[in-house]
């Protein structure tokens, strides 16, 4: 099993004399930037000057630097920026400022796991990643608790890395939810492989061939939305809520018995051994040299991908209910 840390096994005292720079002011930088000033610690931001962040969090009453005089302030650096920017970033605007003692946080191993950052041999490398958008993170930190998250230490330098991560944790509201200790390494694969195989991939690739094959079966696209797509959220929330046990109380008998004989069925063992070697893509390096070729290429493929989508008929009548329906606006 693995360690989960609370509040109680946390302190503030080593962060809270120190200066923290949050590069980048998206979702998850804005988030975490406002819940560590809620909880009484000096942060300041680094974005891109004049830009729309700049803007936004000069309005919400932050410090805000270059991405260079902020990392050079600096006590902590938060990398919160888009993983494929944060080599480039890192190497022209932050290398330079990583100076004996500092302390560089990420919320995502990717760019330190695959070898895109090398931080110098002094400095503390840690992760602290919350497992929510960064909206929720805020949302619940207010509400006075907070969403669970992960912490591990690359680079242990002064002795005290775990420390800081667990105060950073902290901070962000993350001990009330309970924060799990990893490793870059285990954070980063399954991150990759639970996305690819089930969270986005798995999930749109069954969305999709279930609207189709009811589509094809003479069945309105309307209905088939409902059945393959609108509903899906429904019992995804009954899975958050209660677990798979659960949510299978709270449905039909009828769609108990269908659900459980038909299901493995269609996901079988032909598709487990696809996520395998996906995950073995994962480990071996394959997936990150090519996902980092596709970016350094322009990102053509992804371009045309994401235009597929977006005129797959379940989009076109997904965008339909939605609007008339309310729930998109």
């Not at 110098?120 to 969403?147: C, H, Q, W």
């Not at 944790?169 to 285990?186: N, Y």
């Not at 004989?261 to 051994?273: A, L, N």
Request: a neutral charge; proline letters at 4%; glycine letters at 8%.
């Amino acid at each position: 099993m693995v360690k989960i840390y609370f509040d109680k096994d946390a302190s503030l005292d080593l962060i809270k004399d120190k200066t923290i720079a949050v590069i980048g002011y998206g979702s998850q930088g804005h988030a975490q930037a406002q819940n560590m000033r809620d909880s009484e610690l000096n942060v300041i931001i680094g974005v891109r000057p004049e830009g729309a962040s700049w803007k936004k969090a000069m309005k919400d009453g932050f410090e805000v630097y270059p991405i260079s005089e902020a990392a050079e302030r600096a006590d902590v650096i938060f990398m919160l920026i888009p993983d494929m920017i944060q080599p480039s970033v890192y190497k022209e605007k932050i290398a330079p400022h990583m100076s004996e003692g500092k302390t560089l946080d990420f919320a995502h191993g990717f760019n330190i796991h695959f070898k895109q950052i090398v931080p110098p041999k002094n400095v503390d490398v840690i992760m602290v990643a919350p497992k929510s958008p960064g909206v929720r993170l805020r949302e619940t930190y207010k509400e006075g608790f907070g969403v669970p998250a992960l912490i591990a230490v690359y680079q242990d330098w002064s002795g005290r890395a775990k420390e800081t991560a667990l105060a950073v944790a902290k901070a962000l509201g993350c001990t009330r939810a309970g924060v799990m200790e990893t490793t870059f390494k285990d954070e980063t694969e399954s991150d990759l492989i639970g996305e690819q195989t089930v969270l986005v991939g798995g999930l749109v690739e069954l969305i999709k061939s279930g609207f189709e094959v009811l589509v094809e079966n003479g069945y309105p696209s309307e209905l088939a939305y409902f059945e393959a797509c609108n509903e899906a959220k429904l019992i995804m929330d009954l899975i958050y809520e209660k677990g798979i046990t659960g949510m299978l109380r709270a449905v039909s008998d009828t769609a108990k018995y269908g659900g459980l004989t038909v299901g493995p069925k269609i996901i079988d063992k032909h598709v487990k051994e696809n996520m395998r070697r996906a995950a073995e893509y994962v480990q071996n390096g394959g997936f990150a040299k090519e996902w980092i070729e596709e970016h350094r290429t322009g990102e053509k493929n992804l371009k045309r991908l994401m235009e597929e989508i977006e005129k797959h008929p379940l989009e076109k009548v997904g965008r339909f209910i939605r609007k008339t329906s309310g729930i998109q606006k």
